[in-house]
């Protein structure tokens, strides 16, 4: 019995992993593209290796549109935690520029939802870190822009960095 149940265990475990991929990969092939300008710093961290810390001019945008009682350091400290959504408008090269903290109306033509965390007091977008192979940090230095996909629900996925011309940063295969 405990042999069935252990077997099941794994099987359901490895079935809502696989299930948690298939959804990604299809947020990433299906995801509408948007551009977030990037303000990149590139420290090395010896237990993971090369990576760029990213942060986003619209992180700092929406920050401060907050209402001013999350942006103080009582709030930070007791609660630090909240979850919303920023209207964004998108250029035609689909670059988002800051429009507003949503107010549940309706979207113009060009804008698009994206959702946002608040942690520790700090705006968040999907990821805070881009990691690469080491010794290819010099790369990824003309990094202006990250790719997203973003989902129905406007939760964002990073695809790539990008230069100031919107072309795709990568290191070339040993």
Known sequence: ?????????????LGLVNWSILLKEQHLAEGDIVYLQLAPIDPRSLMQGDYMALRFQLANQVYEALPKNKQSKRWRQEVASDDGFVVVHLDERKIATFKSIDNQQGLAKDDMLLRFRVRNGVVKFATNAYFFQEGHGQYYQAAKFGQFRVDQKGELLLVALFDQDLKPLYAPKD
């Not at 019995?1 to 475990?13: C, H």
């Open 1 to 13: 019995m405990r042999v069935k149940l252990a077997i099941f265990g794994l099987l359901l475990s």
